[in-house]
């Protein structure tokens, strides 16, 4: 079915200034609704995970504005959890925010790996806001070339 624009530009005209006022009443009543913006564990911090031959796990977790002394890494097993806090702001009486879209408060994240890590060999660094974990895979865990005997 083919629809073809027959309504005057009015009507158009119209359509559209009601669509940005809508657009404005909800971004104004979802701004206020972000003031006290606790940290949503599910999402945060945002992470990649990937695997590199001669180093094993790698991950690296976007978390601006943190101190490192805030932050816990602990691996058990096949298992890493990240968690932390995040400092509230300031609360000062003459700020009044119009958006307010970094949350504060504690959050955990977990993953788990695909093979044994060497738990005394985990190294992680923050630098720029990202935290930078290397995890290298255990040595009874890496594939063992067999070598096939001719009798």
């Given at each position: ?20 006022e ?37 991950i ?27 400092q ?11 958006r ?32 930078k974990?290397w ?8 594939p ?8």
């Amino acid at each position: 079915m083919i629809y073809r624009r027959t309504s005057s530009p009015s009507l158009w005209e119209e359509m559209d200034k009601l669509q940005r006022e809508m657009n404005r009443m909800f971004d104004s009543a979802f701004t206020n609704r972000l003031i006290d913006r606790p940290i949503n564990s599910h999402d945060f911090p945002a992470m990649n995970v990937w695997t590199k031959a001669d180093v094993g796990q790698v991950i690296t977790a976007e978390i601006p504005g943190m101190n490192v002394d805030d932050l816990d890494i602990k691996v058990v097993g096949e298992t890493l959890t990240i968690s932390g806090s995040r400092q509230a702001p300031v609360d000062d009486e003459n700020i009044r925010y119009h958006r307010q879209e970094r949350g504060y408060g504690s959050f955990t994240r977990t993953i788990q790996l695909p093979f044994a890590i060497e738990v005394d060999k985990v190294e992680a660094n923050y630098e720029k806001g990202v935290l930078k974990v290397w995890l290298p895979r255990a040595e009874s865990d890496k594939p063992r070339k067999i070598t096939v005997k001719a009798i």
